[in-house]
């Protein structure tokens, strides 16, 4: 009976190690899985913190091209009124100057035969004459003014082209930025880490900061030696352009290519044409706009 005790309690003391040794390890592997969820816990919370402050600027980004927009489509139309403006003048002055002018045959029928009415007439002929002149010079002027607002407004035609393609990439890379950040939300902690890491960058270089407007020419193309096509352009550093800075070409209201600059003087500069994957031609006298960096 007394061996049978000990037995039972040397068992005993064999179960409390045992149960004791296997509490110890319990309590380790506790404290490293609740380690490891609270680690994942805030890099999600991290996560979230950098897509909603990308959002925001990307949200920001889009007010301030919508305001240039609507800036540019603002101008255009008080340029359209002013174009309508001269051109009824024009018809106007053009109206007065065929009057005059038959008032001037008038006045010599009436003058014939008539010494002192042809003296008169004479008189009355060099005034219309002049006054035609003036009409002539102003319809000139007028003509030539209307020239200017109608090529003003094909510039800002192209300007308004290229805000709006702006906002629509834009609108575009918010979209994909939003659907990346959502989807490394889901997977492990490791590959979430790589995920918003990859997505942060790529919202990174996907935008560029809005500036002046800096309106420009292309002077001629050339290709360098290492096969890239290389533009010239009418503009430089005095207008607050920059090396590395990005501008966008534009032919007949529609985007052409962009280009980078990568030589900047004072009243010119040149830089690499980037296509972007499209297959277009630039061409001399093509329009420059810039968003200077």
Known sequence: ?????????????????????????????????????????????????ELDLERTKNQGEIS??????????????????????LQAERKTLLAEVRDARLNAERFRNQAAG????????????????????TLRDKTISTAKREAEMT?????????????TQNVRALQEQLAETRTAMERSAGQTLASGTSAASGAAAAVASGFEAAGP??????????RAENGEDLAFITVGGSSGLKVGQRLS?????????SLVLTVVDASES?????????SVDVLANDLVLSRVN
């Open 151 to 163: 090529e003003r407004l094909s510039e800002l035609e192209a300007q308004n082209q290229v805000l």
């Open 1 to 49: 009976m007394n061996l049978l005790t000990k037995i039972l309690v040397v068992l005993g003391a064999l179960l409390a190690v045992v149960l004791a040794a296997l509490s110890m390890a319990f309590a380790a592997n506790a404290a490293t899985i609740r380690a490891s969820v609270d680690a994942e816990r805030s890099m999600r919370m991290a996560s979230q913190s």
């Open 249 to 257: 070409i534009v032919r007949d209201g529609k985007f052409v290519a």
């Open 114 to 133: 008539k010494d002192q009415v042809v003296q008169t007439s004479t008189k009355l002929v060099d005034t219309l004459t002049g006054e035609v002149t």
């Open 64 to 85: 301030t091209r919508k305001a240039a927009q609507d800036a540019a489509q603002s101008e255009a139309t008080r340029l359209a009124t002013e174009i309508n403006s």
């Open 270 to 278: 040149a830089g690499r044409i980037d296509r972007l994957g499209r």
């Open 213 to 222: 407007l800096v309106t420009g020419r292309v002077r001629t193309i050339t």
